[in-house]
């Protein structure tokens, strides 16, 4: 191959490995470091966090079994709407000629801050049918208003764990957020797609639906592995949208919400850290799958 | 009976027959696009109305309408400062990451080293730090390293709390993990050949990545950058936080104080985002069309 | 595979990206550069207005005018708004006066921020929280300036109630003083529905129970007796812990009041338990809200919840809420004559609690000197409770200075209650109160869940 010094590639990652270390590995590693110490981070406390997170004997102020709970609500709910959605979006938009200016309607969400999306929200979702929209085409309808942000049950039933309607709502609003996300890129992708292939199956007689499953999901595997990746990792993180709408507040508390009240409101950085260190360690299993497919594309390269 | 031949195929099919996909499509677009409008329709409304009915009866009684959240919000004293602070961390942060992570990406991709598989992999995984568990240690760190000295012609210091470089610096970090896993991702889908092909003729690395690399990418790029432009631009936390200095807040910090300590200046929220919403959205259209193709050989190869 | 057209993108050559980024770079410095101009136009102003300020030494004499310009003040505080706009109308003749500048930043989450910046050793010169918790822990880690290092001890001790004072030391220690202070002894009602129908508002001897018979009067009238919201986003919950304080304050008494802020009192007494109870019976009790039981009161906010007993035509008789509340309807009915068409009632049993915004310095510089004796100063205070929706605890702000009758009316009920305590969970704080709060929207979803509820705020004294 080329002649490189053996230092060139070092070189070029410098910069970013430096970035990378000051504000993302350095302060990971203080992470770890405070949940190993007590409040205030002062004494040593061994696995005294880790062990409150586990047994949880503070549900009123902090819920760490609901917050772990709903998070992985959100992984499967969330990730499972948007993907597929955005998939389905891409594929019909792409067989009509206003395609650019659809796309741009689902994608405008995105731009608009979190702050913005909450407020918009709670006028969708007021309880109060003369503001909220969606109470009020409840109650034209003959039904009773919902309190859609508050009820920690699923409507006229109670709730299964995090399974509660407001959580079943805040998703709803990351879908309406993140589709845009996943229309772009998958889109970008089905780009990609030779029309002779697709024509070809066409030709021979399969149907619509064939061609989705057996034709366009297969070769579009890695760009849908990279969008879901994405929006787990952003899952297991959730926290802006959830702040902002809710605070954390009837049963909506997920790992990040939970960090921000017991690190800051609370001052407790111990609990505080390790449930932050939780939420790192449990992408190492996603990662290592990530290592095998990298693997197989060395093999490749 | 007229007959179109679809986009993707040469089939010919009656309009009709694609009546469902345009029903389907519309009806999508019009139901997600209803929040905004929403928004939109509100940022027009008196905080008496807004309080006391729903956003569509500002249709039947359009004499509720008024321009006075937006003369607040522009005529908020700073706020032009503010919109340009926000320019000043925006723009050199999505500069900033996208060089750095292009320089990593192409080793990354074309360079053969040690331990690269790994170092690829940690740098992805580190997106899943949550940044309100980087405040406090980075804050601590900037606070240390300080210095007082005035920046010129910007204004702040020259580093640490009450910086602008403290910024560009911090957003950079925490946008590289996506940024690296992007294009690096796209580095490795470009046609071998030619990369080669310049070698043989010569050419360094540097060479290679300026002459060749980097145009073929600017689709990516230009992906990447109206993502860490739009993450920048609505960022309040870390302004919050690292910043400390209201003089060179940006404009989402700038909005928080038209809010009062009871959070429900909704009308005031509403035409600030509005306001905050315009230039990334100017951003989006203007690179839209790389983006489209950007997104793609990246994502395709995966 | 095909990666598309190669031949139109290699058409945006390096020349054409260098291009744009240079049109891109010079753009940005243009704009820099107006910026920058325009704020040296703003500081070229206010050094003249500062320095026309010093000569005419005006009305307002701030204590210790200092003979160079000062630098500015770095505030941390809640307000925005309305509130941010009359707090720097407080604060312009102290600016002009001493050409120092006020860089005030309102935000919700102060909590957060101010616990963020302190741990990352970057703190404001001055916080404006609403809460004391934090305070508490600050001035023991000896992060604060003391009121004698600032060099306004005597002139908190002489100005303020001692029970503000009190409030404001730790360790022995003043720190603090206090201002914007708010009653929360206050139910709304409208005066013209009342007088039509013929109710008698309460007074300060009334009894709860004379309360609980008002209110089925009312109902069985036909219309709801009581608004009730306590939706607030994160801190959902907190308009209840109010009616808790008021009801344990008036009902129970004061001992039983200040058992429970020390923890002589565990929260599972008696005296807790009926408190809630009682607060229960107002939401629970069929008809008695117009919002409809624990799903109207859990998902009503606060603010709007004050509105029903003012509409145009009036859905419920009375609301309960702080003195605030009358901001909210002022702003949302315009047209309303304060004290004719809205009015408040005093709580009965004419105890009364109360917050305030408590205001410490982390540092002793000259402008951070300044600044803090000019706000504590009634020449200060003054201006606000002129612009309205202030209420002052110094002594040296005249009661007849208030604008109108129901502001008046609420500065004299806080000067002249028989019996006054700070608000119950911000004297407490810390995770106590977001438990409390939790608690409360919990208690109204399921009542029988209490005695768990109590049990579970009296570990979290214990620990």
Redesign the interface.
């Known amino acids: 191959?080329?002649g490189?010094r053996?230092w060139?590639?070092?070189m070029?990652?410098t910069?970013?490995?430096a970035?990378?270390s000051?504000?993302?590995?350095?302060?990971?590693l203080?992470?770890l470091r405070r949940s190993l110490l007590d409040e205030r981070s002062k004494a040593f406390v061994g696995l005294d966090n880790y062990r409150f997170i586990v047994e949880n004997?503070?549900?009123?102020?902090?819920d760490t079994h609901q917050a772990l709970l709903t998070n992985a609500l959100w992984l499967v709910v969330f990730t499972g709407l948007t993907v597929p959605f955005g998939l389905l979006?891409a594929v019909?938009?792409?067989?009509?000629?206003y395609e650019?200016a659809?796309?741009?309607?689902?994608?405008?969400?995105?731009?608009?801050?979190?702050?913005?999306?909450s407020?918009?929200?709670?006028?969708?979702l007021d309880?109060?049918p003369?503001?909220?929209?969606f109470n009020?085409i409840v109650t034209r309808v003959g039904g009773d208003p919902v309190?859609w942000?508050?009820?920690?049950g699923l409507g006229p039933v109670g709730g299964i764990g995090p399974l509660q309607l407001n959580n079943l709502m805040l998703m709803l609003i990351g879908v309406?957020m993140w589709?845009g996300f996943a229309l772009?890129?998958?889109?970008?992708?089905l780009?990609?797609i030779?029309?002779e292939v697709?024509?070809a199956a066409?030709v021979d007689g399969a149907t619509e639906r064939q061609i989705l499953f057996r034709i366009i999901i297969p070769i579009?595997?890695?760009?849908i592995?990279?969008?879901t990746t994405?929006l787990l990792?952003y899952a297991?993180?959730i926290?802006d949208l959830v702040?902002?709408?809710?605070?954390?507040?009837?049963g909506t508390d997920v790992v990040?919400t939970l960090?921000?009240?017991q690190?800051?409101?609370?001052?407790?950085f111990g609990v505080g850290?390790a449930l932050?260190f939780i939420?790192?360690a449990?992408?190492?299993p996603?990662?290592a799958i990530?290592?095998r497919?990298?693997?197989a594309?060395?093999e490749r390269? | 009976m007229t007959t179109t031949r679809?986009?993707?195929?040469?089939?010919r099919v009656t309009w009709w027959q694609?009546l469902p996909?345009?029903a389907?499509?519309?009806a999508?677009?019009v139901l997600?696009?209803?929040?905004?409008l929403?928004?939109l329709v509100?940022s027009f409304r008196e905080p008496s109305a807004?309080?006391?009915?729903?956003?569509?009866q500002a249709f039947t009684h359009p004499d509720q309408l008024t321009l006075a959240n937006y003369e607040r919000v522009l005529g908020e004293q700073g706020m032009g400062r503010a919109f340009v602070n926000s320019l000043l961390i925006t723009v050199p942060a999505t500069v900033l990451v996208i060089?750095?992570?292009a320089?990593?990406a192409?080793?990354?991709a074309w360079?053969?080293?040690p331990a690269?598989?790994l170092?690829?992999?940690v740098?992805?995984?580190?997106?899943?730090?949550?940044?309100?568990?980087?405040l406090?240690?980075?804050l601590r760190?900037f606070s240390h390293t300080t210095i007082e000295r005035e920046l010129p012609l910007l204004g702040g210091n020259v580093f640490g709390t009450a910086s602008y470089t403290g910024m560009w610096?911090?957003h950079?970090?925490?946008g590289?993990?996506?940024a690296?896993?992007l294009l690096r991702?796209f580095f490795?889908s470009l046609p071998r050949d030619l990369v080669e092909a310049a070698?043989l003729d010569g050419a360094s690395?540097l060479q290679v990545f300026w002459r060749v690399i980097l145009p073929l990418s600017l689709p990516a790029i230009a992906a990447l950058a109206i993502f860490q432009f739009?993450w920048v631009w609505?960022d309040?936390l870390i302004a919050l936080v690292l910043l400390g200095d209201p003089t060179l807040a940006p404009m989402?910090l700038k909005?928080t104080n038209l809010v009062s300590s009871f959070g429900t200046s909704?009308q005031v929220?509403?035409a600030?985002?509005?306001l905050?919403?315009a230039l990334?959205?100017v951003v989006?259209?203007a690179f839209?069309r790389f983006?489209?193709?950007?997104?793609?050989?990246g994502?395709?190869?995966? | 595979?095909?990666?598309?057209t190669n031949e139109s993108r290699r058409r945006l050559t390096r020349r054409g990206f260098l291009r744009a980024a240079g049109l891109g770079t010079v753009g940005l410095a243009g704009a820099a550069l107006i910026g920058c101009s325009s704020s040296n136009d703003e500081t070229a102003t206010a050094t003249a207005t500062s320095a026309e300020g010093t000569a005419t030494a005006a009305a307002t004499e701030a204590p210790g005018t200092p003979a160079a310009a000062l630098g500015s003040a770095d505030v941390l505080g809640v307000w925005g708004d309305e509130e941010l706009t009359k707090f720097k109308d407080m604060v312009k003749p102290w600016e002009d006066q001493t050409g120092g500048t006020v860089e005030f930043t309102g935000t919700r989450?102060l909590?957060?921020?101010l616990?963020?910046r302190v741990e990352g050793n970057n703190p404001p010169n001055i916080a404006i929280p609403a809460e004391i918790g934090?305070f508490r822990?600050f001035a023991a880690e000896g992060k604060l300036a003391s009121l004698a290092d600032l060099g306004i001890a005597d002139l908190v001790q002489s100005t303020y109630p001692q029970g503000f004072v009190d409030l404001g030391t730790e360790g022995g220690t003043p720190y603090a003083f206090f201002m914007k202070a708010d009653t929360k002894g206050t139910i709304w009602y409208n005066p013209k529905v009342f007088a039509a129908n013929n109710w008698k508002p309460l007074t300060a001897d009334s009894t709860w129970d004379d309360l609980m018979t008002l209110s089925t009067t009312i109902r069985d009238a036909g219309m709801a007796p009581w608004s009730v919201g306590i939706?607030s986003?994160?801190?959902?919950?907190w308009p209840g812990s109010d009616w808790i304080q008021q009801i344990l304050l008036n009902v129970h008494g004061a001992e039983a009041y200040d058992g429970i802020i020390s923890g002589t009192i565990p929260a599972t007494d008696t005296v807790m338990k009926d408190s809630w109870e009682k607060f229960g019976a107002i939401v629970l009790t069929e008809g008695f809200t117009v919002?409809g039981g624990a799903?109207?009161a859990?998902?009503?906010g606060f603010e709007?919840a004050t509105f029903p007993p003012f509409d145009a035509e009036p859905t419920a008789a009375m609301t309960y809420l702080g003195g605030f509340a009358a901001g909210f309807i002022k702003t949302q009915f315009p047209d309303l004559v304060p004290g004719e068409d809205y009015d408040f009632m005093p709580f009965p049993g004419g105890g009364v609690t109360g917050g305030a915004n408590i205001v410490y310095a982390f540092d002793s510089d000259e402008t951070t000197k300044s600044l803090m004796a000019y706000l504590a100063s009634g020449a200060a205070q003054q201006v606000w409770v002129d612009a309205g929706g202030f209420t002052s605890v110094s002594s040296d702000v005249s009661l007849d200075s208030y604008p109108d009758p129901v502001s008046k009316g609420l500065a004299e009920q806080l000067s002249g209650a028989k019996l006054f305590r700070f608000d119950l969970d911000d004297a407490i704080g810390?995770?106590f109160q977001?438990?409390y709060f939790?608690?409360i929207?919990?208690y109204l979803?399921d009542p029988s869940k209490l005695d768990g509820?109590l049990e579970?705020?009296e570990?979290?004294r214990v620990t």
């Open positions: 191959m080329i490189r053996w060139t590639p070092w070029w990652m910069p970013a490995l970035l990378v000051v504000f993302l590995v350095y302060p990971s203080d992470t004997p503070q549900p009123l102020v902090a979006l019909l938009t792409g067989r009509l000629r650019a659809s796309k741009s309607a689902i994608f405008i969400p995105m731009a608009v801050s979190f702050v913005a999306a407020v918009i929200w709670r006028f969708m309880f109060n003369d503001i909220g929209t009020a309190a942000l508050q009820d920690t309406w589709t772009v890129v998958l889109s970008a992708g780009k990609g030779s029309s697709i024509e066409r579009l595997r890695p760009t592995i990279v969008v994405t990792i297991m993180k926290f702040w902002v709408t809710t605070g954390g507040r009837f990040s960090f921000f009240k690190a800051f409101i609370n001052r407790d850290a932050a939420l790192l449990a992408v190492v996603l990662m990530s290592v497919r990298f693997q594309e060395e390269a | 679809s986009a993707s195929s040469g089939h694609r996909l345009h389907v499509v519309i999508v677009v997600w696009s209803i929040p905004t929403g928004l509100s807004i309080a006391s009915s729903g956003w569509w060089l750095v992570a320089h990593a192409y080793a990354l360079m053969r080293f690269r598989g170092i690829f992999l740098i992805v995984g580190l997106l899943v730090v949550p940044l309100e568990t980087t406090i240690p980075v760190l610096l911090a950079a970090g925490y590289l993990p996506f690296v896993f991702n490795v070698h690395d739009l609505n309040l989402t909005i909704y929220l509403t600030a985002a509005f905050s919403m990334p959205l989006f259209f839209q983006f489209v193709q950007g997104m793609l050989a994502a395709v190869k995966g | 595979m095909t990666i598309g989450d909590t957060a921020i616990t963020s934090l822990q939706e986003g994160g801190a959902s919950g919002q799903t109207g859990n998902a009503t709007p810390g995770d977001s438990a939790t608690g929207t919990e979803a509820i579970g705020l570990q979290l």
